[in-house]
């Protein structure tokens, strides 16, 4: 860990001044301020904008990596402290979420213990599925101000006028917000969903989802969607088994119906629910590795078959079905059965993962 208290660090001939502890936006005061806040840097879609500033104050990020245990990563060629202050700094300047781009880095990066990150690159850059690694970069700097700068580029575009010198690639897509980024930064359309579950963590270490819940609700932010609409958590959730098919209480009503308007136009649905978590490891273990990293940190994206990590598939809140019709799995987009799904699906509230034709849950998740 870093001991002092400032970090210069020299990238493509600018001098930038990393104050440690010191950036980021404060502590909130009040329900009143986190309302302001929640309603600045919430978008439609319900995640945080692209743009704006951290809710997280460098120290609190700081202190809770500090809580993990995890030391300084022996893939990572400065101090820990040091890089989460690049982060901030570089942030600050492009007016991007500096602390969400540090959640999207430990993300990609597997608590930067990944070969990415030996080659300076912390948020998967140019690492495409099934692709051995990715972008490289000469340093530790360059490789923190391309992952804020190819943000910004999502966020504005590719001619967006970037306060430091350009060291990003282009970006292959828009995207507003971090919800925006499943499907175009990565392949997962689950993949905001995966980062926010480290956000939350930090949030609670930190103090903050008291306060946010509370404006929340003083801002009528409105409620939950998606599968935090569902009472339960993975592995302890009301189950209803209907026509074979095991799934959230909640759901089976509409699971009956999709089988039985199924039935009338002459297909059989069946299929697999819901999904213990001790089965959610089990099958980890046999597409991503028998590591702990492997079972519990690696990106879904990089098991064959794609797998959710334990304790974030909907599977596990019984909210997901892996659909078989008329007697074979639904594999082919280009199927009878998928086109009927496709057709019938959404109005039973059911929705499609893309990179899986079988899998259909409650968010698409």
């Known amino acids: 860990m870093a001991a002092f208290a400032a970090l210069t660090t020299m990238i493509t001939g600018v001098v930038v001044v990393l104050p440690i502890l010191a950036m980021g936006r404060g502590s909130l005061d009040s329900p009143a301020d986190a309302c302001a806040t929640a309603g600045s840097s919430q978008a439609g879609d319900g995640s945080p904008t692209i743009l704006g500033p951290s809710t997280l104050t460098l120290t609190e990020l700081v202190d809770w990596w500090t809580s993990t245990g995890r030391g300084q990563p022996h893939a990572l060629d400065l101090p820990v402290d040091d890089v989460l202050a690049m982060y901030f700094s570089e942030a600050e300047a492009e007016g991007v979420r500096g602390d969400l781009a540090i959640v999207q880095a430990v993300y990609e990066t597997g608590w930067f213990a990944s070969g990415d990150t ?25 490789g923190v101000r391309a992952h804020v700068e190819l943000l910004k580029k999502y966020a504005s575009g590719n001619d967006v006028q970037l306060v430091q010198p350009d060291v990003a690639p282009d970006a292959t897509a828009r995207a507003s917000t971090w919800e925006e980024l499943s499907g175009t930064w990565a392949t997962s359309s689950d993949y905001w969903a995966a980062l926010s579950r480290v956000y939350d963590t930090i949030l609670r270490h930190a103090g903050h989802d008291e306060a946010f819940r509370a404006a929340a609700e003083h801002c009528d932010l409105g409620q939950p969607e998606g599968a935090s609409a569902y009472e339960g958590t993975p592995g302890n959730v009301p189950l209803t088994t209907v026509e074979s098919i095991t799934v959230h209480t909640d759901i089976a009503d509409q699971v009956a119906a999709i089988v039985q308007a199924a039935q009338a136009d002459g297909h059989t649905l069946t299929g ?15 597409h991503c590795g028998i590591s702990d990293y492997a079972i519990y940190e690696m990106p879904s994206s990089q098991c064959t078959p794609p797998t959710a990590r334990p304790g974030s598939s909907n ?24 086109a009927w799904m496709s057709a019938n699906a959404p109005a039973f509230g059911l929705h499609n993962l893309p990179s899986e034709p079988w899998h259909w849950s409650v968010d698409g998740t």
């Open 118 to 142: 030996a080659q300076n690159n912390f948020a998967g850059i140019g690492h495409y599925d099934h692709a051995t690694s990715g972008d490289a970069f000469p340093d530790v700097a360059t």
């Open 272 to 286: 697999g629910g819901y999904r213990s978590p001790a089965r959610q490891i089990e099958l980890r273990r046999a």
């Open 315 to 338: 599977h596990e809140l019984g909210l997901a079905i892996d659909f078989e019709c008329d007697g074979d799995l639904i594999r082919s987009r280009s199927s009878t059965c998928f």
